[in-house]
């Protein structure tokens, strides 16, 4: 069974930091390229940040690059985001999801997402 | 202000039909990317209810069926059930880079 299980939100200031965590099982982690995904209260969804099944390519939207940082350790199953500089306009809720294949920009699956509150 | 344009809201009784549009631009559906569909209940794991513009995965009913024309896409369902009222989101890819959303469709079974 595919199951991603993200962690590592929390309550935080403006301007502060947080890594958030995705620990993936039930398939082949380091052969699928993963994503997070985020929504804010009242909002819809936004794609955030993208990296590839080795890690060595890394996409980003422009509302968060130069602050946060994707990567992954294929070793652990395990995906990051690195949360810097945040903003009261990024607290969300924080998914996680697999890319579908190389194929399809589609995700075919999402974790039950971690809750980032940005407020001082 | 979400890439892709879906109504707010949409709305019907048990046993009908009902759609929901998604509208892009040149840059993103009318570039030829794949239009996907989410069913998100608030707080919960989105799943994917359709991808590349009009295939179900396993397990979800062909009550359930999507199309893409030009730079728009409609997600359709026939037989409303109860259990089907949610937020459904489009999702497509950009030129950009970008992974795109629509901003949500809230459905409500009357």
């Known amino acids: 069974e595919v199951q991603l299980v993200e962690s590592g939100g929390g309550l935080v200031q403006p301007g502060g930091s947080l890594r958030l965590s995705c620990v993936v099982s039930g398939f082949s982690f380091s052969t699928y390229a993963m994503s997070w995904v985020r929504q804010a209260p009242g909002k819809g969804l936004e794609w955030v940040s993208a990296i590839s099944g080795s890690g060595g390519n890394t996409y980003y939207a422009d509302s968060v690059k130069g602050r946060f940082t994707i990567s992954r350790d294929n070793s652990k199953t395990t995906l990051y985001l690195q949360l810097n500089s945040l903003r009261a306009e990024d607290t969300a809720l924080y998914y996680c999801a697999r890319r579908y294949s190389s194929s399809w920009y589609v995700f075919d699956y999402w974790g039950q997402g971690t809750r980032v509150t940005v407020s001082s | 202000q979400s890439v892709l344009t879906q109504p707010p809201s949409v709305s019907g009784a048990p046993g009908q039909r009902v759609t929901i549009s998604c509208t892009g631009s040149s840059s993103n559906i009318g570039a030829g990317y794949s239009v996907h569909w989410y069913q998100h209940l608030p707080g919960t794991a989105p799943k994917l209810l359709i991808f590349?513009?009009?295939n179900r995965p396993s397990g979800v009913p062909d009550r359930f069926s999507g199309s893409k024309s030009g730079t728009s896409a409609s997600l359709a369902i026939t037989g409303l059930r109860a259990e089907d009222e949610a937020d459904y989101y489009c999702q497509s890819y950009d030129n950009s880079l970008s992974w795109v959303f629509g901003g949500g469709t809230k459905l409500t079974v009357l």
């Open positions: 590349g513009n009009n």
